[in-house]
């Protein structure tokens, strides 16, 4: 069954250092999608992302997050000068459509702390 | 997105049935139910969806009010590899929003 994969599982960083985070799709995915869950707290979104641009983002999303699907596998999400309240996992999902009855996938994670 | 609420947690012996419940009174017309589950250090999986009749897959069931302001998640069987938090999410086909709203979930624990 295909599933949607992310490297690396673990990423530790330095304050102020830039990250990115990668996820390969499935295939025949159109709409592409990042969440994050802080340690104890819910699932929060954070972007989606159709034909190459962004379609909706969240207040979390700010100037300090940028995605990218720079072939036609991978999609990146790139934390440009991290904190240390973005320690948290990060999750990427995709699905075939946007409507009300399409399921995302999630892939299983990247688990970013910021020292 | 309308609300749902959910027990916090909830407890089942392995092999038995789970009843897990969702409240949703102002869902509109439009809201699809859905179910998805988040197994300790993995991922959200959907789980299934529904608008107004009862669903059935080969992970669960789902049972809607008829009013549509509740549903149940049913686990027919809960193996130790259903322990997860199991969350209640609707989708609004009229909202134009591409994401899931995610609450705290029900967490579930599954005893031997």
């Known amino acids: 069954e295909p599933e949607v994969t992310q490297t690396p599982s673990h990423q530790v960083t330095q304050m102020g250092q830039e990250v990115i985070l990668r996820c390969v799709p499935i295939s025949n995915h159109l709409y592409f999608y990042w969440y994050r869950q802080i340690l104890g707290q819910k699932v929060e979104f954070l972007v989606s992302?159709?034909?190459?641009?962004?379609?909706?983002k969240s207040e979390i999303f700010d100037d300090q997050f940028s995605v990218e699907r720079p072939d036609g596998s991978n999609f990146t999400l790139k934390i440009r000068s991290t904190k240390l309240e973005d320690s948290a996992m990060y999750f990427c999902?995709?699905?075939?459509?946007?409507?009300?009855?399409?399921?995302?996938?999630f892939g299983p994670g990247t688990r970013l702390t910021v020292l | 997105d309308a609300k749902t609420t959910q027990p916090n947690s909830m407890e089942s012996n392995e092999e038995e049935p789970v009843h897990l419940p969702c409240n949703h009174s102002?869902?509109?017309?439009?809201?699809?139910i859905h179910w998805y589950r988040q197994l300790p250090s993995q991922g959200p999986e959907y789980v299934i969806h529904g608008l107004t009749s009862n669903v059935n897959n080969r992970m669960a069931s789902l049972a809607i009010a008829e009013d549509r302001k509740s549903s149940t998640l049913i686990l027919h069987r809960a193996t130790l590899r259903d322990a997860a938090v199991y969350y209640c999410?609707?989708?609004?086909?009229?909202?134009?929003?591409?994401?899931?709203?995610f609450g705290k979930g029900t967490k579930l624990s599954v005893i031997p």
């Open positions: 992302f159709y034909n190459n641009e962004i379609s909706e």
């Open positions: 999902a995709s699905s075939v459509g946007r409507g009300e009855t399409d399921t995302q996938y």
């Open positions: 999410i609707l989708r609004d086909s009229g909202a134009g929003s591409y994401q899931l709203t």
């Open positions: 102002t869902i509109s017309g439009t809201d699809y």
